[in-house]
């Protein structure tokens, strides 16, 4: 079964540091790769996707990750945080495997904090 | 546009008592709706998918299930609770292929006492 490992648990931050959120994953098969976001009290809300062509993906408010094949992994960048990036992230893989039976596996989730 | 309501937001049930979540989608038809766990330090954990009507997937082996019994309806329950039911639970949807990443509810916050 494909599963999806985020390095860190919790990464503190000041803000306009640089970020970058491991996330790997282990199907070979084709993927959509996802990274979703959760602030303090509020939904889960889709940050940027992959699904083909340009491995280099811009999402919202600044944050991109880049897809490598090779390496299994899609981490999250972003060259300067501030305050209000603070919320857990989620890296999540889904199969393209047909049908309509799509399922989306999530990692473990890395809480950011960024200190002002 | 398409809106995901999930309900209760937050419920205490005593151990041995039954639950019943409840999740509708409007503004779709015939998506595929799902059911997720989340508990601290441990990610979203999928429980149940359906891809239609009547049509229920089990991931995990546990002490819930889960029902469709509209197109747009999911329902999540359990006919005794246990202490290790509590946790925040979402419900998601998607329509169409997966490209397009899922649209998650609110959330249900269950505490077991």
């Known amino acids: 079964a494909q599963s999806v490992s985020q390095h860190n648990h919790h990464v503190i931050l000041s803000e306009a540091a640089s970020l970058e959120l491991g996330c790997n994953y282990s199907y070979g098969g084709t993927v959509n790769l996802f990274w979703y976001v959760q602030y303090p009290g509020q939904h889960l809300q889709l940050l940027l996707k992959?699904?083909?062509?340009?491995?280099l993906v811009k999402g919202i408010k600044g944050f991109e990750a880049e897809f490598i094949k090779s390496k299994f992994s899609f981490n999250l960048r972003k060259p300067s945080v501030q305050w209000s990036d603070t919320a857990e992230y989620f890296c999540a893989v889904n199969l393209m495997s047909g049908g309509s039976n799509y399922k989306l596996t999530f990692g473990k989730g890395t809480l950011l904090t960024v200190n002002p | 546009s398409q809106t995901i309501h999930q309900w209760p937001a937050t419920l205490v049930q005593p151990v041995g008592s039954p639950l019943s979540l409840e999740c509708t989608v409007e503004?779709?038809?015939?998506?595929?709706l799902y059911w997720y766990r989340q508990a601290a330090g441990r990610g979203l954990q999928l429980l149940f998918y359906s891809v239609g009507i009547g049509q229920i997937s089990s991931e995990v082996p546990q002490n819930l299930s889960a029902s469709r019994p509209q197109d747009r309806q999911f329902i999540l329950s359990s006919k005794k609770l246990l202490l290790s039911d509590s946790g925040f639970y979402l419900c998601a949807w998607l329509f169409g292929t997966g490209v397009h990443g899922y649209t998650f509810g609110s959330g249900t916050r269950l505490t077991v006492v």
């Open positions: 992959y699904f083909s062509g340009d491995p």
């Open positions: 503004g779709t038809s015939n998506p595929n």
